[in-house]
T-cell receptor
Framework: DTAVSQTPKYLVTQMGNDKSIKCEQN?????MYWYKQDSKKFLKIMFS???????INETVPNRFSPKSPDKAHLNLHINSLELGDSAVYFC?????????????FGEGSRLTVL | GENVEQHPSTLSVQEGDSAVIKCTYS??????FPWYKQELGKRPQLIID?????GEKKDQRIAVTLNKTAKHFSLHITETQPEDSAVYFC????????????FGSGTRLSIRP
């Protein structure tokens, strides 16, 4: 009964390729997020969706495109992958937006760009 | 800008001693301050949080204090145990309607046996 699940867990690909990461939550939350954690462990917010509507876009390059088909799913597509995109990408959800409460994180998707 | 600063970046304490991690935030409108623990290879998980209308909150061996005037908050862990070894992140709600959670840079806590 995983609350927030991401696939794939590991992703190794070549520079220039396009890849997607999928996320699903079964908590009934309205808000979902993508965070990027780099090799120095910095956790940086990328996007946030509230009930399928984009509410936060943290000046992420256009190569990153989130999509939320419904409020339980938030996917991340990355075009033309670069070496600097290598990181762990965490999906998260919360019952309320931002200051409303706990973020529930998925297990993370480790992306390695060669 | 929207910023949360966290110190120290690494902390090593003897088992049984206390550990303190400090954070400052930039947005005076921030009203929610959670702390997350991330064990090696795992996801971050909430361990305690505090809202702006409260100055202190305690849960067994962990406590958080908030000074809104100075815009800083701290995590205190007493009677540390080996399982407390992890990376700890402070965070604060920021942005319009406090809609996003901004994290500090993390503190790697090691407990010496």
């Amino acid at each position: 009964d995983t609350a927030v699940s991401q696939t794939p867990k590991y992703l190794v690909t070549q520079m220039g390729n396009d890849k997607s990461i999928k996320c699903e939550q079964n908590l009934g939350h309205d808000t979902m997020y993508w965070y990027k954690q780099d090799s120095k462990k910095f956790l940086k917010i990328m996007f946030s969706y509230n009930n399928k509507e984009l509410i936060i876009n943290e000046t992420v390059p256009n190569r990153f495109s989130p999509k939320s088909p419904d409020k339980a799913h938030l996917n991340l597509h990355i075009n033309s992958l670069e070496l600097g995109d290598s990181a762990v990408y965490f999906c998260a959800s919360s019952q309320f937006t931002g200051g409303g409460g706990e973020l529930f994180f998925g297990e993370g998707s480790r992306l390695t760009v060669l | 800008g929207e910023n949360v600063e966290q110190h120290p970046s690494t902390l090593s304490v003897q088992e049984g001693d206390s550990a303190v991690i400090k954070c400052t935030y930039s947005d005076s409108a921030s009203n929610y301050f959670p702390w997350y623990k991330q064990e090696l290879g795992k996801r971050p998980q909430l361990i305690i949080d505090i809202r702006s209308n409260v100055g202190e909150k305690k849960d067994q061996r962990i406590a958080v204090t908030l000074n809104k005037t100075a815009k800083h908050f701290s995590l205190h862990i007493t009677e540390t145990q080996p399982e407390d070894s992890a990376v700890y992140f402070c965070a604060a709600s920021m942005g319009s309607s406090a809609s996003k959670i901004i994290f500090g840079s993390g503190t790697r806590l090691s407990i010496r046996p």
